[in-house]
């Protein structure tokens, strides 16, 4: 077996593995945003039909890996294998979508890293010959998650302005051996990243140091830099969280300017859809790239980018023992077609 | 690439990952069970000298990673990767264990099937030429399962018959690419499976035909049975758990008979333990594996044995919302030495 490592921290498949389809399924804001037009699938109920907020999330998995289905046109047997998982406690999302499907399953948990993790471990499977036909997916709820990490939707605290908004929404990606699509090219896996920062509403401070960490090491390994992609995408560090991501790539010499862009700044108009920093959850930079991004790459509009998942690694219960918040980032450099 | 897969849902890596060494610790009553002497570190204090249950299981998967890097006589730096994750509400366990340690983390969700879950994957990440050495960790913690997903402790309520005691303790598993050690010959992944058990005291039946359909899987995929094997032992059954899985396979056929064992039973001595049913957990088969398992095939004990974690994918949200426990299970088979 060839070595298909590169560096401390990154992985290149010998033979790049494509991504031959996408989908994506939002609810209302998110429909009202920016990247409205490029959902595959748009929910004004914000319950999808369903008894409770953690059930819609289910839903919106089982829409959007049908809707990927029907767009690779393959069917569920021809499917090999599904990485998913989501912010809910236990993954629920992830698994109640799968259950009876007899689609094998790995679930998960890299909070609102989901997206990347899940990519590169496709690529991992298909890569290493193992399997050739590998869904990645993901979702989150701004309501599931509002009662899960923070307040009961109707206790209507005051947000901060450093606080997110996160994204009801699911996005999958189809992960094959051959076929037409973008490529991933190679992925870095990230560490956790712990500067000690405590505050539960300003994610994007916590998670803006390991996005800093794994994008270094993503070109450190591969001896690439800012100008060999169009975009450096991180997942929902927000306009806070970027802003400071920026300052200290800055301080480290390192000029990210022009091309940084981050999921949470294109998913809403933070200003006229008032949610403060940005977009969150794991669903935000699903939905981005398995809409938007991704076509953009299948056009030849984006001849490269580096998808960077960033995840704060918190719970309520970490939370209220008064502990920091960890973040992690794992990067997919995926080129255009 | 050559083809690594084999049958619906089996890899089958070129050239079979070592397990060259694994770690084990316990609380106080694994201590007192049958495999007492067999831990490499064993603690009379829940607490393992932090200030919360969630802390101790933090400090338990430290206390495994090290003891294993100290076995292994590796140094921090060379550990290429970790794949790890536990039961508590968004893995913080896991997470918080390898705060800025500076190794790359993947996070994973299997609920108690995790141990398997992460060797699974360690072996992919070897086997596809990926990494040299990484390691499979997880845990679980009595009284931190018990808080998140029962009762508080101090309610004392009264255990069902079919209840599980959830195991405190923390595994770890160093798999390579070369080295001297069981090795991993074939993985079987899980699929989702739910046949409608909603008693969270009873999750031995919700996990059952989960591992029936692998065991299964794992057969026909790669043309084998219950005699190629001295053991098949799943993850955390428990006793009446192992009753149903012996019984729906008798049902189809299919005599698993004497080769069957269940980590749950093995770890308590079920009756003068006071477990009734058997342990659980994450950390059940975790310690079970990586101290008598993994020992007796390194000793040519046993030659080749089908480790299959089990996991029931509940959330205390799910409970509540009367919803039914869907199972998982994924397989290993490993070869002594």
Not at 97 to 126: F, K
Request: glycine share 12%.
């Amino acid at each position: 077996m060839a070595t298909q490592r590169k560096g401390k921290q990154s992985i290149v498949p010998e033979i790049s593995p494509v991504i031959t389809s996408w989908a994506s399924v939002a609810g209302k804001k998110e429909a009202q945003g920016p990247l409205g037009n490029r959902f595959d699938i748009k929910s004004d109920d914000s319950y999808f039909g369903q008894k409770s907020w953690e059930q819609a999330e289910r839903c919106m998995q089982q829409l959007a890996l049908k809707t990927l289905m029907k767009k690779a046109d393959i069917k569920q047997e021809d499917l090999e294998l599904v990485f998913s998982g989501d912010l809910l406690n236990q993954c629920i999302g992830s698994s109640f979508s799968l259950r009876n499907l007899n689609i094998p399953h790995l679930g998960l948990y890299g909070a609102c890293s989901t997206m990347a993790e899940s990519l590169l471990l496709a690529a991992m499977a298909v890569g290493g010959g193992y399997f050739d036909a590998v869904a990645a997916m993901t979702s989150s709820h701004f309501a599931s998650s509002e009662r899960q990490y923070r307040f009961p939707l109707g206790y209507g605290g005051q947000r901060t302005p450093t606080s997110q908004w996160t994204v009801t929404g699911a996005g999958a990606a189809l992960v094959c051996s051959s076929g037409h699509g973008p490529r991933i090219t190679a992925c870095t896996v990230g560490t956790v990243t712990d500067l000690g920062i405590k505050d539960a509403n300003n994610m994007g401070a916590a998670m803006a140091p390991a996005a800093l960490s794994t994008i270094r090491q993503h070109f450190d390994d591969m001896g690439v830099g800012p100008e060999d992609f169009d975009l450096i995408v991180t997942g929902d560090l927000g306009q806070h969280g970027k802003d400071i991501l920026l300052s200290l790539s800055q301080q480290e010499g390192l000029s990210l300017g022009g091309k940084l862009a981050d999921c949470g700044c294109l998913v809403f108009d933070n200003l006229s859809q008032d949610v403060h920093s940005g977009g969150s959850g794991c669903g935000c930079s699903a939905i981005t790239l398995c809409s938007d991004l991704l076509t953009r790459l299948n056009k030849g509009k984006l001849k490269k980018i580096l998808f960077c998942g960033t995840g704060a690694l918190l719970s309520p219960t970490s939370t209220q023992q008064n502990l920091p918040i960890p973040g992690v980032c794992h990067a997919v450099a995926i080129t255009g077609v």
